[in-house]
């Protein structure tokens, strides 16, 4: 311990905003085949572009995709898995793997042979730039073919169109469009297709709006019968109950996982008759459906399920059909994601508060976890990483309120009295924080300043009840909750209620602005957050344009509420001081909103100060940028709460912007608010949305995501 006292935000940290911005190469929806493993990996350090990584039999890792490539599909603007191993045979006829991807750049899939030094189109150039995407693929019966969801924009603007399509992969399609098969249609939203074992059926699932997938969907399943799909019908599922990914165990025999007993459950069901449950618990076992392919079971040659499940994080386990018993496989890893198996073992990726992510492999035999490939390979002492320490709260009239708390954590400084706490609202807002590693809950700790990380009424990982808390209650419910844990961190001494900031990505964004209505919190910070609700329902990405009728209400009709529920409107509100970060590419949450925000912030004379970074889409990618928005978010609360940090301080202003909204030439502020000009992070519109990335999945959901909270880390 040091003999003399540092004060809470001053603590001397060796971790660095650029170590946080670079530390970790994300990695994503690994495959396996045999001994041979396939993921997706993020280099923040090249602008945000996302390669494929391969790993052989003799544990020789390889990057497949060298720049300017990038693997990632924008299909619901927030993507999901895309990538595939794919058999090829040599002229020995023996079966050598390449694989299947989409493309970050013109969506358009390729196929990559081994050893072969450039990959080949499957699919045609489309009319439209980044018109037809591509994403969840699946390898067709005969092999020769992927079957995925494509999404079609078109040339007129308006509602794209989705569908099951079937892609050769001799490569025909690129040259002639008649080549890829429509399977189905109709729908405003597809996902998992899977074709049964023998090639007879495919299974999918499908939604429309309103709905979002957690609100309700329907397993579907058709034959196959040459070339086309017939004789459609739903399993399960309907418009308040959300089925997600099926599986074939075998050819007449499907498992899928369902919220019909208000958790995600695991179901068995055949081609005709009623599902049946295979093991009830209040618990769940799927992760929250947000980005194409996220998986959270597997099926096995043996007939035993590896299966994620868990409240909040999700932890692995083996069910046996036959004995009904499931076995929890031991490790110290507590947070698991995005499963996938051969049939014989399965990888995943994995974490816990000490440990960064990383890609492991699961014997189902043995119940033994093998660490294949780490996302950092120098991880900062562990006495810097502040250990969470889960609670529930109880908030307004008596509702539970589940929030981990990462208290300061410096083995250098002795700690005086309550610590400034920031209180962070996760994006989503049906998403989730969990207990995995995060830089970024070690920068601020280390410095002294805790976190209190909030699943407020709305999050995922708590049932489907607690799910709808935020039904109707979206900007209210979310910020009691989040006011009502910073009250108790400041009743039990732990807090200082002068110190208080609260802050959120995307959906958090606009929690933390309402939130900063009330008087519990100094400042807030808004991570490219929505600010006007009927300007957001209007000008978003189709996947969540109808979202608000389910948060807010339905329109027309309920305009009022999306007036006074908007922080554009509610300025006059607002006295505290405010950061406002945001990218100019964002497609989700348009630019226009920030401005908006900081036009009237600025009108009503209230501090604030608003960076934007060109290139940058929702969720920050670039290396560069997400260093200066984390130094700017650390200099902002240096500026409030009145402590000299490493950084320097973030200058405010109380004047309107200046700048048209959505200008995409406009400079990007320094983090020191100088407005020098942005590097190009990345080109505008290739950052793929995680989380979540996870995590929380990653660039995170305005309304609905998939993994944990981003923020500048993260995309």
Known sequence: MSELPHPHGSWPSPISAGDVAR??????????????????????????????????????????????????????????????????????????????FANGHDQRLYLLDRGAGTPVPLTPEPEVERGLRYADPALGADGKSLVCVREEHPAAGGAPRRSIVSVPL?????????????????????????????????????????????????????????????????????VDESVLSPAWADAGTLYMASDWPGFWN????????????????????????????????????????????????????????????????RTELTTWSQLHSDGRTAVAVASSPTTPPCLVRLDPETSTVETLQRSMQDPPDRALLSIPREQTMTGRYGAPVHVRIHPPANPAVDPQGPAPFVVWAHGGPVSHSTSEFDLVKAYFPSRGIGVADVNYGGSTGYGRSYRKRLHKQWGVVDVEDCAAVARALVDGGEADPERLAVRGPSAGGYTALLALTGDTFACGVSLFGVTDLLGFAEGTHDFESRFLDTLVGPLPGFEESYRERSPVNRT????????????????????????????????????????????????????????????????????????????????????????????????????????????????????????????????????????????????
């Not at 194409?292 to 932890?315: A, I, N, P, W």
């Open 23 to 100: 530390g970790i190469r994300r990695m994503a929806f690994p495959s396996v085949e045999g001994d041979e493993v396939w993921w997706e990996e993020d280099r923040p350090e090249e602008g945000g572009r996302t390669t494929l990584m391969h790993r052989d039999d003799a544990g020789t890792v390889t990057e497949l995709l060298p720049a300017p490539w990038s693997v990632g599909t924008r299909v619901h603007e927030y993507g999901g898995r895309s990538h595939l191993p794919v058999p090829r045979r040599d002229d020995k006829a023996l079966v050598r793997m390449g694989v299947a």
């Open 170 to 238: 001799s490569g025909r399609g690129s040259r002639e469009p008649s080549a890829i098969v429509e399977l189905t249609s109709g729908a405003d939203f597809y996902a998992s297709p899977t074709p049964s074992p023998d090639g007879t059926h495919l299974a999918y699932v499908r939604w429309n709006h309103p709905r979002m997938p957690w609100d309700g969907t329907e397993l579907r399943v058709g034959t196959l019968t040459g070339g086309a799909l017939r004789d459609e019908y739903t399993i399960k599922g309907g």
């Open 266 to 329: 695991l179901y068995q069901a055949g081609l005709t008759g009623q599902a049946l449950a295979l093991y009830p618990a209040e618990e769940e076992f799927h992760a929250p459906p947000a980005r194409l392919g996220h998986r959270s079971f597997q099926v096995l040659d043996s007939g035993h399920v590896v299966v994620l499940h868990g409240e909040g994080d999700l932890t692995p386990s083996v069910y046996d059909p036959d004995t009904l018993d499931l076995e929890p496989v």
């Open 572 to 715: 006059g509100d607002i006295e505290a001081p405010v950061l406002l970060l945001q990218g100019l590419e964002d497609k989700v949450v348009t630019p226009d909103q920030a401005t908006a925000m900081a036009r009237g912030l600025g009108e009503q004379g209230v501090q604030h100060a608003l960076l934007e970074f060109g290139g940058e889409g929702h969720g920050f990618a670039g290396a560069d940028v997400r260093t200066r928005a984390l130094e700017a978010e650390l200099g902002f609360y240096a500026t409030v709460f009145g402590f000299e940090a490493d950084v320097p301080a973030l200058e405010l202003t109380t004047s309107p912007p200046e700048t048209p909204a959505g200008d995409a030439d406009v400079p990007a502020p320094d983090a020191d608010g100088t407005g020098a000009a942005a590097p190009a992070d990345g080109s505008p519109g290739e950052t793929e949305a995680p989380a979540d990335r996870g995590d929380a999945d990653a660039g995170e959901p305005a309304t609905g995501s998939p993994q944990p909270g981003t923020d500048p880390t993260r995309t």
